[in-house]
């Protein structure tokens, strides 16, 4: 099933739940479907590939928003994007904690033969894409510098 049909079905029992918080997280979802779909050369249809991605860009997004809710001191709005990134992450796949993050990145890197900091682009590309939709990119960035100081 994909991830329209997929949320589509969440929605309709969001709806009947009567769940507020959920069915605004799906519906940012569903929005965010239907523009890539209709983006130019999408074809009219998003790519499994392609739907981590989709998600993950939502889920930084939400985070980012946080962030600058809980600096500027408004945990009302704050709420509002905490439980709209709760209802994203159901779709995303489960993500990988830092140790497990390492012991794949170490491998990585070894595998590219990356030497120095000049190389971490060459690593980060692999790695991007072994590990798309199970880590976002600014840890394993972090995770990567970490590894490569050693």
């Not at 249809?45 to 392609?50: I, S």
């Not at 945990?75 to 994203?88: G, N, S």
Request: overall charge positive.
């Amino acid at each position: 099933m994909s991830l329209e049909q997929q949320v589509m079905a969440a929605m309709k029992d969001a709806m009947k739940a009567k769940d507020e918080a959920g069915l605004r997280g799906l519906r940012a979802i569903k929005a965010a479907i239907i523009i890539a779909k209709t983006a130019e050369g999408a074809g009219g249809e998003l790519k499994p590939a392609d739907e981590p991605k989709l998600l993950q860009k939502l889920v930084k997004q939400r985070k980012d928003s946080l962030q600058i809710y809980q600096q500027q001191n408004r945990p009302d709005l704050a709420q509002k994007e905490e439980e709209e990134i709760a209802v994203i992450e159901k779709f995303l796949p489960k993500q990988l904690d830092a140790a497990a993050l390492k012991v794949i990145l170490a491998k990585i890197i070894a595998d590219t033969g990356a030497q120095s900091a000049a190389d971490m682009g060459k690593v980060m590309g692999v790695a991007t894409k072994q590990l798309a939709g199970q880590a976002d990119g600014k840890t394993i960035g972090a995770i990567v510098k970490e590894l490569m100081a050693k």
